[in-house]
């Protein structure tokens, strides 16, 4: 047996129950925190109920314990797989309506662990750096663990302790300190963050240090204008702050004239807030897609319960809640709504329920702040959802024009949201793109931390680095080339490289070359007809500058914003291969283009290694680092379905790829059916897709 004292004395099993137990006790301490946050924070009758409850029952004003509703399985989660929904055992009137868990989808949608739909707790003090730049700003934060978690994917970010912060902040070791008005930061800087005399102190300390090592200090201030009385003595204490809205720009100035006032508006971190869903997302299509999702229950039920949105709505309403805490109980205050209760989410699970067909309606007067609307307006839009709002004329800063919808309370039970969510439109489609484009160019994470360093004087150099890209064109018609000249110097991306190879007609490389412009990023090749496709694009491989490859074909059309696009999805995935589903085609038979609503249901969907047998997009869009094609080259003996076997090759090594939209290309089919290898029918295409005119309206209809 040994000597006990030598001897472990906590078993594998014991190990594994002692680390359930604190997940479990960590999970129920951020609810509680959460809980107690939106508690202080709030002005609202309803979220402050629960204080007067208690108040009542300590001073003897015993109340009874509302009655549970029948535990019946609520039609809300009628079609989404049981693997994604909650364990409910025995509940309490107070215990919390929970209904999903959507750790499983979110894991494979992320690189970093999930727990009860949130990311990994962080040790304290420990920096925290969720992406791959090796000179990624050190930034040390007094901040939310939400914005920590938002921030690391673009810095590296060390939440200060109050007790030893003392231990780690050095000028040398960070770019600036960046503080959060957050109510209650991590590291133990306490409740009502900012305004308690002892907090106030202790930050006035951590200030004059800063000053002594001159390390620069930013507040960035997400509260609206009437919470910032509290964090005014900080303002004037930091080199620089940064208001949330307009609204709080014009507070400062006027009641802090001497601070440095800039505007940071809400933004996304795009790798957690993004239209990409895996395959359980996707089987979730069914019960959501065409639904509208109203997050906030005390809203509903308090004082929108009286402007009918349930009856409004029908069973297209989902109610959920990512902002605060509502129990099996308080279902009884609006039992017209409390069937279509999706109950108690994260902000990250909400984002994958906006991933599968469904929009979001936006109430005015909620219990949230105003710059939150507007952050939840941009994540809704940075996961492809339609917006609603009941605000007239509303607009959100930092969504382009038309982007939301109007709601109108007063319609006919159903007809309005039929109308906005139900039929999977072209310009809907349309619409959503652009805001999802915009969001990640304009208002992701990164942005926000390039303005700060471009202010205080940063270089921002790493910030503006422009990976390279290099098209690979195989092509055994040198007729075509000038047409693939043109499409390449229309390309929009700015660091661009085009390796061509001619295959079969040595002749044509002096002539391809003479067409080329002066400094032209173009590299022009001549490989033998006895080479396979898979050897030709290996060669243009090998003559490639770029860490990032794109195949193209020779005849297929692609827009202006292609590459830009492809390499937003890079950016927001980090999947070492992607592509697009062929959702346009041009057919030379008829002239027409038709769009494919099945290869439409392709976009924006994750193939994972572990998952997927094939993927489903064009050969002419696949893409991805070049390290895959280092280890996974194509076919040099296939003459045939060289593309499909590559693809299978790479996700048996484990590489992962995303299907992007379906914009910005429309695969080309030419009259001779003996022309190429895509062996189905024209009338085939044409039955399971929509004619949407001439082929003239490429550029209007696919291109955007």
Known sequence: MGDPRTRDPQSPADVQRLRRRVRELERALDEREQELATLLASKSFRLTAPLRWMRRVLTGRQLPIPALPARTEAPSVSGIP?????????????????????????????SVPVDSGRLARLSPGTECYLGSAPDALRVATL?????REELSFDARITPLQRQHWHDSLRREAYDFLLIESAWEPEGGWGTAFASAPDSRRDIELLLQHCRAIKLPTVLWAREDAEGL????????????????????????????????????????????????RCKDLDECRGAMEGTVLVDGWWDLAGPWASRGIPDILGDRLRVLDSRSDYSWGRLQDNPSAAPWSLGVVTPLEKSALLRTGAAELFLPNGTGANWRRTLGMLRAAACGAPILSEVPGSVCPGLPAGTITEFRSGSRRGSQSKAVVEADTLAQERRAHLAMRHVMDQHSMAARLRQIASDLGIPTVRFDVVPRVAHLLVTMRPSLIPSCLERFRKDLYPNLELVIVIHGDSDAVSQARGLLRPGEAVTVLAAGRERSLGDCLNMAAAHMEADVWMKLDDDDHYGPQYTRDLMLYR????????GKPPVFLHLEQDGQLYRDGNWGRCANLLHSAEQTQSVQVAGGTLGGDRSVLEAVPFSSTRRGGSDSEFVQRALQMGYDLVGADGFNFVRYRGADNNAHTWRVADHALRARANALGPADLIDSQAFI
Do not use: C, K
Request: net charge positive.
């Open 571 to 578: 950016r927001m995935t980090n999947a070492p291969l992607f």
């Open 229 to 276: 009385e509290r964090v005014a003595w900080l303002a004037a204490a930091v080199d620089h702050v940064y208001a949330i809205d307009p609204d709080g720009v014009t507070w400062f100035r006027r009641h802090t004239p001497d601070a440095r006032v800039g505007l940071l508006e809400p933004a996304v971190q795009p790798r957690l807030y993004n239209p990409v």
């Open 82 to 110: 049981r693997r994604l929904r909650a364990q409910i055992g025995e509940v309490g009137a107070n215990s919390s309506h929970r209904l999903l868990d959507l750790d499983r989808p979110l894991q494979q949608l992320l």
């Open 143 to 147: 901040a939310s663990r939400e914005l």
